[in-house]
């Protein structure tokens, strides 16, 4: 087999990148989350707040540009 065919298409830092896009991503989802009232007939203001107009869906959009980055970045292997 040729010696180049044995590499795996992402390296480590990219693996890493990866790992870490999906943890922001996550946090995203976490702060998007919450906000329901327990009373059904009740109205919750809570929902439009800072943490989830603005806060979460920009966390969530880096975390897909971390992501985008991990998978078409092209990183020098160490050593």
Known sequence: MAKNSEKMALGPKNIR???AGLLVLAAGF???SGG???DPNEFNYAMFDFRRLVAAPVVMVAGI?????AIMGRFKEEA
């Open 65 to 69: 540009v971390v992501e985008v980055i």
């Open 30 to 32: 976490l702060l998007l």
């Open 36 to 38: 329901g009232s327990p």
């Open 17 to 19: 990148l990866m790992i």
